[in-house]
């Protein structure tokens, strides 16, 4: 079963930064749109960003704009999230997973959730005030 792993998260001050990664063993991500996601307890699971394959696209949801940056390397089948002067906000659990409908996140980032599948389980981000 594809799986993602995600990596790079822990306990954190406010203004502080994390690096995020995700893998995934034994698959190919290239060609696919790979989207990193959040969720804060009691709420819906966001996207936060995405990036595309062979365009390079990416997009960010408006509260991190500027404070993170999504990166990947094909070669290592990994998906980067740098994370810059983090807030008490930014806590939740971060996945990642690729879209499977779209190599390009020009047209939809992250807002199609169901369009993305092989969902990890997670890394815990706790940023204290």
């Known amino acids: 079963q594809v799986q993602f792993v995600e990596s790079g998260g822990g306990f954190v001050q406010s203004g502080g930064s994390l690096r995020l990664s995700c893998a995934v063993p034994g698959f190919a991500l290239d060609g696919y749109a790979v989207g990193w996601f959040r969720q804060a307890p009691g709420k819906e699971r966001e996207g936060v960003s995405c990036?595309?394959?062979?365009?390079?696209?990416?997009t960010y949801v408006d509260s991190v704009k500027g404070r993170f940056t999504i990166s990947r390397d094909n070669v290592k089948n990994t998906v980067y999230l740098q994370m810059n002067s983090l807030k008490p906000a930014d806590t939740a659990t971060y996945y990642c997973?690729?879209?499977?409908?779209?190599?390009?996140?020009?047209?939809?980032?992250?807002?199609?959730?169901?369009?993305?599948?092989?969902w990890g389980q997670g890394t815990r981000v706790t940023v204290s005030s």
């Open positions: 997973a690729a879209n499977t409908m779209r190599s390009s996140c020009a047209a939809q980032g992250t807002r199609l959730i169901y369009e993305y599948d092989y």
């Open positions: 990036i595309g394959s062979s365009d390079g696209s990416t």
